[in-house]
């Protein structure tokens, strides 16, 4: 038992370090993806035959035929 101790014991920690280490990386990555993933929801294109016109508190913003534009949750 005390020889898998001595063997077993640092390869177990150093596995532990690692997994520690890479916990927060997931979830900085899985912040950004799902970060990405909700502001492509605000980014809206016309199709080259079509006329799009932002309007934002009565106002018109933007107009234009076959726009790409990245709009608010309001617009």
């Not at 001595?6 to 912040?31: D, H, Q, R, S, Y």
């Not at 909700?38 to 080259?48: D, I, P, S, T």
């Amino acid at each position: 038992m005390d020889k898998a101790m001595e063997i077993g014991g640092p390869i177990i920690e150093k596995l532990l370090n690692i997994v520690t280490m890479l916990i927060p990386l997931f979830f900085v990555a899985a912040t950004g993806y799902y970060g990405y993933i909700w502001a492509l929801k605000f980014y809206v294109e016309a199709k080259a035959n079509e006329w799009m016109i932002i309007i934002r508190n009565g106002e018109m913003i933007k107009r234009g035929i076959g726009l790409c534009t990245w709009v608010m949750p309001t617009d």
